[in-house]
C-alpha cells in the first residue's frame, strides 16, 4: 500500500481512582495532547501540525476500540481495523504516508493538563516515539481518546495519527459516462513545491500526466474505460517526467469503472 508507519513501544502509568473522584474531559485531554505535541515539535525547529478531522476518525476508533477491550497495541484483534493503514482507510483517508503513537494512562484525578504532559514527556523520552513527533515529513495529526479499564484500573486509552497531506482535500469525482468510458474530475490543492502530478493504476499504466498549475489547485479530467472493471489507482507528485521511479505515491483510491464508484468517495 506503500503506507509508511512508525511503531512504538507503549508506556503505563499506574495509579488508583478514589471513590468520587472526578475524571477529566477525554477531549480536554485531546486538545491539550496535541497543543503540546506541537509545541514539542515547535522547541526542535519543527512546524506545527494542523489538526486533521479524518485523523482525528482513525485516532479516536482505535482509542475506543483498545478500550473496550482493554488492550494496547498498533495491532487490533477487531476484523477491518487491525492496522493502522486499515484504520485510516476506514476513516476515509487516502494518504498513504502516516504514523501512529498510542498510550495508556489510569486516571487518579490528575487534571488533562497533567495527563496531557505525562504522555507527551513518555513520547518524547522514547526513540520511537519521539522520532513520530518530530518528523517533518508530517504536515497534519490528530487526537482520540477513549476511556475504559485495563487490569481493573480506570485508564485513558490515546491514539495519536500523523499523516503527510502532499495534496490537500484530494479527490475523484465520476462525473459521468461518455460512450465507453467514464469521465473522472481530479481534484485538490498540491501543497508542495512539485512541477507535475500524475495518476496511475496498480498495474503501473499511467492514466494522466499534467503540469502542476501555479497555484497548485488541481482540477483535471480524465476518460478511464469501464472495461477496467475494479482497480486501485494511484494519485502522486514528482519532478522529473521522464524518471518514473522519482514519483511519490501521495494517495491511493478504489476505482470500480462498472459500478460507477470511488472510494474514498468525495466528501
Not at 486533521?52 to 487490533?76: F, I, N, T
Not at 474530475?185 to 498495474?203: C, H, K, M, Q, T
Not at 502542476?212 to 475494479?230: M, S
Not at 478504489?254 to 468525495?266: D, G, H, K, R, S
Amino acid at each position: 500500500m506503500g503506507y509508511k508507519s512508525l511503531c512504538f513501544v507503549v508506556f503505563l502509568v499506574v495509579g488508583l481512582v478514589a471513590a468520587g473522584e472526578t475524571q477529566a474531559d477525554i477531549t480536554d485531554i485531546e486538545r491539550r495532547v496535541f497543543e503540546k505535541t506541537n509545541q514539542a515539535r515547535a522547541a526542535y525547529g519543527a512546524k506545527v501540525l494542523l489538526w486533521d478531522r479524518q485523523a482525528e476518525v482513525s485516532a479516536r476508533g482505535h482509542a475506543e476500540d483498545m478500550a473496550k477491550l482493554e488492550y494496547m497495541a498498533h495491532q487490533s484483534p477487531t476484523e477491518g481495523r487491525r492496522t493502522p493503514p486499515e484504520r485510516n482507510w476506514q476513516a476515509r483517508i487516502s494518504a498513504v504516508y502516516a504514523g501512529e503513537n498510542v498510550f495508556r494512562h489510569s486516571v487518579s484525578g490528575l487534571s488533562a493538563e497533567r495527563l496531557a504532559a505525562n504522555m507527551v514527556d513518555w513520547w518524547m523520552d522514547s526513540p520511537g516515539h519521539r522520532a513520530n513527533i518530530l518528523n517533518p515529513e508530517f504536515t497534519h495529526m490528530a487526537i482520540g481518546g477513549a476511556y475504559g479499564s485495563y487490569q481493573g484500573w480506570k485508564t485513558a486509552f490515546v491514539a495519536q495519527t500523523f499523516l503527510r497531506r502532499v495534496i490537500i482535500d484530494p479527490r475523484l469525482t465520476i462525473e459521468g459516462s461518455q460512450g465507453a468510458d467514464l469521465r473522472v474530475r481530479i481534484s485538490g490543492r498540491i501543497a508542495v513545491s512539485l512541477p507535475y502530478f500524475i495518476l496511475w493504476d496498480e498495474n503501473g499504466k499511467m492514466v494522466v500526466q499534467a503540469i502542476t498549475p501555479a497555484n497548485g489547485v488541481i482540477e483535471h479530467r480524465v476518460l478511464i474505460p469501464k472495461t477496467l472493471g475494479a482497480i486501485e489507482v494511484h494519485l502522486g507528485v514528482k519532478n522529473d517526467p521522464s524518471r518514473p521511479e522519482l514519483i511519490e505515491v501521495t494517495d491511493r483510491f478504489l476505482l470500480n469503472t462498472q459500478q460507477e464508484t470511488i472510494y474514498p468517495p468525495p466528501h
